[in-house]
């Protein structure tokens, strides 16, 4: 079993925590982490920090005995691998930015033994070629002890390090510069065997120390690098995948299975030949490549979510006529036996193409695998129903959410893997439900506030070293604190939020249009809605006079739940304004916009276009009379010349479906998502088809709403202290859903036969609450309630 395969195997040996759980309990002699780190940030000092580069750092330690406990707090720029004694202990750090530059904590006594001990680590920097999410400032490693018993590998001038000129960066396909460059491996100039307590270190370089590690606070006079922060979220899994199938070879007389790790490859010497193999679903992973021989060789992997040929990708499960495209990587080997090569990043794919040509020798590939990497989400939720349809578009859609969370959640993990505030919204409320752990959302509810500019609002990515503003996404923002606050009794940190909410909101409000009521047009930035065919970039449409009515409107949606967070943390005043702006907001929309010849919103003043968004938000903010919701509804779901949702705003046409009453609709509108399975998705997409992403977050709301909508799990007040069930099983006859819930979990199982509806519902610990069915309603107890209607 090679020591990268399971994480739990990791983290039973060397105990690595993050904080919340986090920090080992302090000792006697062991340090708080706070003010200024008596470690030194050290590098290569014969090489550029700011340039790529992949480093190779070594420190021995001498023990007189194996210790009971020995904890580390280590931390690099970009990344960093550690391995103790040649097993890997931790990597990271997790992504951040500079104010909030996060290290982990690891006890690494499981791995040291008496005697000469070597820790080992790994730190690369990709300069230029950094991905999007990577903000960095320079090429840096540091480890300090938390005690004075491990002060003797705190990073210093007694580190040795070299430059591993083997690997140089890759820049194959122009969607690069969001994930960054890829690897390119010369097994000759490879230092093999380097993390080994016997490697001959006597030619490397002393580090260079160039900074003191410093916390928030520090003193500095006000100067800072990086303001180290304990780790916030758990380290990521990593579990063995084996590829599924050889789909086809070019150049070989036969071809072993040797993707079952017990046939190698063998290929003759001045041979030139490309195998494809599918892994069956899309996944995030290390590829790990073991060969031998081969001297002179040169391996390309190249990795796709799809195949394409002259029309686009098509049926994902096909291949005959298509190639290969994508991001890619090369090995050369050096000829020995036993080599593994195994790329600094993670790839995304399905298929992976091997192009292998040999020189003089001939090559034996031993084995070809993945290491599954994403956030290490436990599935407490759960749906069943007598749809055996239902099953797959719940697979799929928490399989495209895994492959969307890492260390940050991901818009899709191919092209970007950037946490966009519009798909995080969706995301955070699928971990809850699905997982019940709040950690990532907290994460990136938090990332966000840090984002803020001097403008006042938040960027629309983040972590991102090259800044995006969308302003709609700072109006999301402001929702998912509130639907964290619905979800989660936590009042200190939702408070934290406030000033933030604040700014941006003043940033909204000054734009409002003293003549029109509603938003000005031409708002700075990029105010994109949805990615609707006929909206140019995204954009709803608006005029010289007129700003955009679905702007306005998400501004007042975003205004009322600041408003009932204003009220919850005693500012009446903030309240009362926000609530005053927003019903004025609607007022003007629905004097300005409505058209009462159509019974719909326009999507701006005098506006000649209709759309299902406007009116969407209409219902939803109650800028439309709830006496016409129902008939407006009505004809945006019937109307296809109306601008369409896709994936993406089809998450709020459904709280519209919901709102009006019609929610037994649900489970016949997720025939989009059925199209995906059926032309051999394995994940949902970005937009209908042609799709640039095979695996985009947004799209996995049906794992939200077939707990939400179908099973009818809510809040029904603050922190979930209560809850609402108003199940709607549409054409269903059975129905089974589990929610978590901070004490435990939430289970409903109904059986529907017309308008009787019989089952139970179990509720956790001391919860309480309300069940919903045809207009009757019955309180709910902890522990398990009959359902008889």
């Known amino acids: 079993m090679k020591n990268t395969r ?24 062991e340090r708080q982490l706070t003010g200024t780190w008596s470690a030194q940030w050290i590098c290569d000092g014969g090489s550029s920090p700011y340039d790529y580069g992949v480093y190779r750092f070594r420190k ?69 070629r950094s991905p999007g999410a990577q903000i960095s400032r320079q090429t840096g490693l540091i480890v300090q002890g938390n005690s004075s018993v491990e002060d003797d590998v705190n990073t210093d001038g007694s580190w040795l390090v070299l430059r591993d000129e083997s690997f140089s960066p890759l820049f194959n396909c122009p969607e690069a510069g969001y994930i960054g460059g890829h690897d390119r491996i010369d097994g000759t100039k490879y230092p093999w065997g380097w993390e080994t307590v016997g490697f001959d270190d006597s030619k490397w370089y002393a580090a260079t120390g160039f900074s003191p590690g410093k916390t928030y606070g520090a003193p500095g006079y006000g100067e800072s690098d990086w303001i180290l922060t304990p780790r916030d979220i758990p380290m ?36 030139k030949c490309t195998v494809l193999l599918d892994q069956g679903f899309l996944t995030t992973a290390y590829p790990e490549l073991k060969v031998s021989g081969g001297k002179g060789s040169k391996i390309k992997l190249t990795y796709s ?64 695998y993945g290491i599954y990497t994403g956030y290490p989400f436990e599935v407490r939720g759960s749906f069943e129903s007598d749809d055996p349809a239902l099953e797959k578009i719940w697979e799929t859609g928490w399989r495209t959410a895994r492959l969307c969370a890492h260390e940050t959640y991901f818009d899709c993990p191919y092209y970007e893997q950037l946490q966009y505030a519009g798909d995080t919204r969706i995301q955070a409320l699928i971990s809850l439900y699905v997982s019940g752990d709040d950690r990532l959302v907290r994460k990136a509810i938090r990332m966000y506030d840090l984002s803020r500019s001097y403008e006042g609002i938040t960027c629309s990515r983040y972590p991102s070293h090259i800044p995006q503003y969308i302003p709609p996404f700072s109006l999301y923002w402001i929702g998912m604190i509130h639907d964290y606050w619905m979800h989660r009794s936590d009042d200190a940190f939702v408070r934290s939020f406030l000033p933030g909410i604040r700014t941006v909101l003043s940033w909204f409000t000054e734009k409002i249009d003293p003549h029109t009521g ?38 007042a949606a975003a205004l009322d739940d600041a408003a009932d967070l204003m009220r919850r943390y005693d500012r009446p005043a903030e309240a009362k304004e926000y609530a005053a702006t927003s019903a004025g907001l609607k007022k003007n929309v629905y004097e300005k916009c ?60 459904i ?92 289970t409903v199982e109904l059986q529907r036969d017309g308008d009787k509806l019989s089952g139970q519902v179990a509720l956790p610990g001391q919860l309480t609450g309300d069940f919903v069915w045809n207009g009757k309603t019955v309180k709910l107890h902890p522990g398990v309630n009959p359902i008889r209607f």
């Not at 999507?603 to 903010?621: A, E, R």
Request: glycine share 8%; aromatic share 10%; proline share 7%.
């Open 518 to 555: 509603l938003l000005k047009n031409g708002l700075p930035h990029w105010s994109f809605t949805d990615w609707a065919t006929s909206w140019e970039r995204g954009i709803a449409p608006e005029s010289d006079s007129s700003g955009s009515a679905i702007t306005t409107l998400q501004l």
């Open 236 to 271: 990521m899994e990593l579990t063995e995948q084996r590829l599924t199938a050889v789909r086809r070879q070019q150049g070989l007389a036969s071809l072993p299975t040797f993707i079952d790790g017990r046939s190698p490859l063998k290929i003759p010497a001045r041979t």
């Open 655 to 746: 709280r519209a479906l919901k709102k009006v009453g019609l929610a037994d609709r649900y489970t016949e509108m997720l025939g989009p998502w059925q199209q995906m399975i059926d032309i051999g998705l394995t994940t949902f997409a970005e937009t209908p088809e042609p799709t640039r992403s095979d695996c985009h977050a947004w799209s996995s709301s049906p794992n939200y709403d077939l707990l939400a909508t179908v099973c009818g799990v809510e809040p029904a007040s603050p922190g979930f202290a209560t809850v609402r069930i108003a199940p709607h099983p549409g054409r269903l006859k059975q129905i089974k859903g589990v929610v978590p819930h901070p004490q435990g979990d939430i």
């Open 594 to 653: 409505w058209d009462a010849s159509k019974g719909l919103l326009r999507d701006y003043i005098g506006s000649p276009t209709y759309s299902q968004h406007v009116n969407i938000m209409g219902i939803l903010t109650d800028a439309i009379p709830h006496k016409d919701q129902r008939a407006v509804f009505e004809r945006i779901d019937s109307d296809p010349s109306l601008t369409q949702t896709t994936f993406y705003y089809k998450f709020y046409l």
């Open 6 to 29: 399971l994480l739990l195997t990791f983290l039973m040996a060397v105990g690595c925590w993050s904080a919340g759980a986090s920090l080992p309990s302090t000792q006697p002699g």
């Open 305 to 368: 979510e799809a195949l394409f040929d002259e029309r686009g990708k098509g049926n994902r499960n096909e291949i005959d006529g298509r190639e290969c495209r994508g991001f890619a990587d090369e090995f050369l080997p050096d000829g020995a036996d036993g080599r593994l090569f195994r790329p600094l990043w993670f790839k995304t794919y399905r298929y992976i193409q091997l192009d292998i040509e040999t020189g003089a020798a001939p090559l034996v590939v031993e084995d070809l």
């Open 60 to 128: 021995r330690l001498d023990l007189p005995k194996k210790p009971e406990r020995f904890v580390i707090n280590i931390s690099a720029d970009n990344r960093y691998r550690l391995l103790v004694n040649g097993q890997e202990a931790c990597w990271g750090p997790a992504r951040g930015d500079l104010n909030r530059w996060y290290y982990e904590t690891v006890d690494i006594a499981p791995l040291l033994r008496p005697g000469q001990n070597v820790l080992a680590v790994t730190v690369w920097n990709l300069g230029t």
